[in-house]
């Protein structure tokens, strides 16, 4: 059997192949595509290959907003000094990821980051600090910018900071 970060049945990177305003179905590619990239994140030491090769990956977990059942998914991140800083383009779409209102009502996060598993607080910046960061961003995500202005919804951006 291929490693999970072998599959070839979708570019994880592509996100014209996601129903990304289709909020089921979204859900239902991501609860496909998130499980083989944990595995493989945890397998490797916090590295994951294929579509992700180049691009520094956490795991965030996050309780349930609605459901208060634990949650995680894999995201991509940059560092800003000592924190950790993701952002919520949910491929585009109209709205903003599940994991986004997670945070909102639990800031009280874990990350694993490489083989490291510790508590962080989510912080949500606005105003320039946000776009300081959102540059900052894309500097290392730049693929992130064309999505962004495919969109009206300004993408959210999240500071994580170890408790």
């Known amino acids: 059997m291929d490693k999970p970060h072998e599959r070839k049945d979708r570019d994880a990177t592509d996100r014209s192949s996601y129903d990304v ?27 994951v290959g294929g579509d992700f090769t180049s691009h520094n ?10 459901s208060q059942q634990p949650r ?21 779409a109209l709205t903003n990821p599940d994991w986004y209102y997670n945070i909102l009502a639990h800031p009280e996060v874990e990350l694993e980051v ?15 600090e946000r776009d300081r960061l959102f540059a900052s961003y894309l ?7 064309g999505v962004q202005k495919a969109t009206p919804r300004i993408f959210p951006v999240i500071r994580l900071t170890r408790m």
């Not at 990956?57 to 609605?66: C, E, P, R, V, Y």
Request: glycine content about 10%.
């Open 139 to 145: 500097k290392q995500e730049p693929e992130i910018d």
């Open 72 to 92: 995680v998914n894999p995201l991509c991140y940059i560092k800003d000094g000592d924190a950790f800083v993701i952002v919520g383009s949910k491929g585009g």
């Open 21 to 47: 305003n289709d909020r089921a179905a979204f859900k239902k590619q991501m609860e496909e595509l998130n499980p083989p990239i944990i595995e493989d994140f945890r397998s490797n030491g916090g590295k």
């Open 114 to 128: 490489d083989t490291e598993r510790f508590k962080a607080r989510a912080t949500i910046p606005e105003g320039e």
């Open 57 to 66: 990956l956490l795991l965030l977990h996050t309780i349930g907003a609605k």
